[in-house]
């Protein structure tokens, strides 16, 4: 197991892409938080923040860019041809002839993809809240354990549901375009917020309940049903990737 | 008729070709042997336009390949793979390649008879296999019946029916009045079938002239490459 | 005109590039529905642009794919080259027919958003700028070659660095190629040149590199 564990390692930090994923993921945040220093401060004095306890953690959200395109790239790069000049030869070939039993090696890529992400979001969170300390530490709190908890729990997940997605669809296109313009500013899902109380329980919108207290959700759900909810989302889209991916002919 | 005129290439601060010169002749096979690694595919992808030389000329009938219009009627190439994307089916490939030097769509049907791919027109070609992938390459250099064929290892991947009929199907080209150039590093089945021999070790061309000019003494090809190969010393002109 | 045919063809054959168009169009579809309702209680912004706000990502991966698609595996690209050797004739023609092509897609696609909004009056100026951003995603991802990185990249700039960026005070807004999206008025011009700039960019490694 740990050997099947180490090679997935070797095979997503292997990637030009993932270190992409990895440098944006880890160092967009902590840019944010420095370049709207300024900004913070004034609207600080303004007293235009309601809860600054949110700050960092608000901040920690332009960075999940970063586990999107991990967990994309974990299943993509399997599918991708490894030459331009022979279709069909893919990476999946040589992984299933090495790990043949399809479930250990989903066990093993979902571990590395866990603890790569996860070392990454502590990684981000540290810096991001170390440095909204430095700079504002009069006005804000120190963030509490849980709720960075919370935050790093949330980018693994949100990694994991890429993974679960890209698994289903076999193509990293799609997944990636969905998550990513999801991520923006106003996203779908808080528009569908909007329309119906039942889009609360979307992935993206339930999980951020985990570690942000001060946004106008509709529906109110503590942190623990939030973090559950969430896991619920990816258990179930990932045993639905595991299934068709047990099925399915590489 | 090819005319590669000392052409030379670097590439990543290697230099990859060093002064390449030779010739391919109407009516005649010429075999381009040479090691993996020697040039082969970079000589050969410099003569189709693909890759700029550094210096020197690759001509196709007295013109370089970019400026030779409609190409694909003066100039066939087989590289590796099939070259056609793999969601798009084999008609469907062939049928905007013809489009694009002006041929009519149903050349794209004929050149599937001629390869014996008529049954899988409808098949994407993501879905061929070596073989097919190989024989949807060569149905693309022949849309425009042309007068030069340039191919690129073309038996790898085919199975023994499919050599024996490369083999009749290139001899035949010849036959007919056609220049036909080909790599290998398979000697044995060069010498079967070229008339002429090209020698390329580590970029530069180190023999050439007849199938039995560059044999000379040698019991075979084979044995006559080697000895060309092996000792960079002595060259023979 | 031989060329234009070829080009035309590759694109109507590619299945991906028609999925891609019918569920662009669907996502606005359901956008525009979903701001008409959201609307009634909290304006979220001009419902008439703002589901193309979103949507251009499928015009963004309708280029990406255009363009990556004579890089991908099976070597397409040298088939391309080797029917039609003068690159930047065939860089240009490229361009041309992904517009003509596109056009369409963005014209129903924009009406689609605009029209239930009451800004018919925009759907012009929509249409123009999802056409000229699918031709600015090809030109970049003609340069990456290949598809996801070059997804990565354009998701990452357009969904994430450009509202970043927009949201701090000062005039940058009016530099990005996507603010025409939201503010056709401010932004036009920058989505013109940004396209013309990426496809003169895109045409001069076409033109340079080994393919």
């Known amino acids: ?250 | 008729m090819i005319t590669v005129d000392r052409v030379s290439k670097t590439r990543s601060r290697t230099r990859i070709l060093h002064d390449v010169t030779f010739e391919a002749r109407p009516g005649r096979v010429t075999g381009f042997l040479g090691p993996n690694g020697a040039g082969k595919t970079s000589t050969l992808r410099i003569l189709l336009g693909l890759d700029r030389p550094e210096s020197g000329a690759a001509l196709i009938c007295g013109r370089p390949y970019r400026k030779l219009d409609r190409p694909l009627t003066t100039i066939g190439a087989l590289l590796d793979g099939s070259g056609a994307h793999r969601a798009r089916t084999a008609r469907a490939h062939l049928r905007w390649v013809a489009a694009s030097n002006g041929l009519p769509d149903s050349r794209a049907d004929e050149v599937l008879e001629i390869v014996g791919l008529t049954g899988d027109a409808r098949k994407r070609a993501g879905r061929f296999s070596l073989g097919m992938s190989r024989r949807l390459g060569l149905a693309t250099a022949l849309l425009g019946d042309p007068e030069v064929l340039v191919l690129d290892e073309p038996v790898n991947g085919l199975d023994p029916v499919g050599i024996r009929w490369m083999r009749e199907f290139l001899r035949n080209s010849a036959a007919q009045g056609r220049t036909v150039l080909l790599s290998s590093h398979l000697m044995s089945e060069l010498a079967e079938i070229a008339d002429d021999v090209i020698v390329i070790d580590k970029g530069r061309i180190v023999a050439r002239g007849s199938l039995a000019e560059v044999t000379g003494d040698h019991r075979t090809l084979e044995d006559a490459f080697f000895a060309l190969t092996a000792t960079e010393a002595v060259r023979p002109w | 005109m031989n060329v234009a045919r070829a080009e035309l063809r590759k694109l109507l054959t590619l299945p991906s590039l028609r999925l891609t168009a019918l569920l662009t169009w669907a996502a606005t579809l359901l956008l525009a529905y979903a701001y008409a309702y959201a609307d009634r209680d909290a304006p979220l912004g001009d419902a008439a642009l703002a589901p193309l706000g979103y949507t251009q990502a499928g015009f963004l991966v309708l280029g990406v794919l255009a363009a990556a698609s004579e890089y991908e595996e099976g070597g397409q690209i040298h088939t391309t080259l080797l029917a039609m050797p003068r690159r930047l004739p065939l860089h240009v023609v490229k361009a041309l027919t992904l517009g003509a092509v596109t056009l369409p897609v963005a014209a129903v696609t924009a009406a689609t958003s605009t029209l239930p909004a009451g800004g018919a009056t925009w759907t012009p100026a929509a249409t123009a700028y999802l056409t000229l951003t699918t031709l600015l995603a090809a030109a970049v991802a003609g340069v990456v070659r290949r598809a996801v990185p070059a997804a990565i990249l354009l998701l990452g700039l357009y969904f994430i660095v450009g509202p970043l960026l927009r949201a701090r005070p000062g005039g940058i807004a009016a530099y990005l190629p996507d603010t025409a999206a939201l503010d056709p008025p401010r932004g036009a011009a920058a989505t013109v040149a940004w396209t013309a700039a990426a496809l003169a960019l895109a045409a001069l490694t076409f033109h340079r590199r080994d393919a």
């Open chain 1, 1 to 250: 197991m740990v050997s099947r564990v180490r090679a997935e390692l070797r095979k997503l930090l292997g990637l030009p892409t993932a270190w992409v994923g990895l440098v944006l993921g880890t160092l967009t945040a902590p840019a944010i938080v420095l370049l709207n220093a300024p900004y913070t401060r004034r609207a600080i004095a303004a007293g235009t923040l309601t809860d600054t306890s949110d700050l960092g953690l608000r901040d920690l959200g332009v960075g999940l860019i970063g586990p999107m395109v991990l967990g994309v790239i974990a299943v993509s790069s399997e599918y991708t041809s490894t030459s331009q000049h022979a279709p069909g030869a893919r990476q999946l070939t040589a992984t299933l002839t090495a790990v043949p039993d399809r479930l250990r090696l989903l066990v093993a890529k979902t571990a590395a993809l866990v603890l790569v992400v996860a070392a990454q979001a502590a990684v981000a969170a540290t810096a991001t809240l170390g440095l909204t300390q430095v700079l504002h530490g009069d006005h804000v709190p120190a963030p509490a354990p849980a709720r960075v908890a919370g935050a790093i729990l949330y980018w693994t997940l949100t990694a994991l549901l890429a993974y679960a997605i890209t698994l289903i669809t076999r193509n990293g296109i799609v997944p990636l375009t969905l998550l990513v313009i999801n991520s923006t500013v106003v996203s779908v899902s808080y528009l569908l917020t909007k329309i119906t109380d039942l889009a609360s329980y979307l992935p993206d919108i339930v999980g951020a309940q985990m570690f942000i207290r001060d946004a106008d959700f509709p529906v109110e759900i503590a942190p623990l049903t939030a973090g559950l909810v969430m896991t619920a989302w990816v258990a179930v889209l990932l045993a639905i990737g595991a299934v068709l991916f047990q099925r399915r002919d590489a």
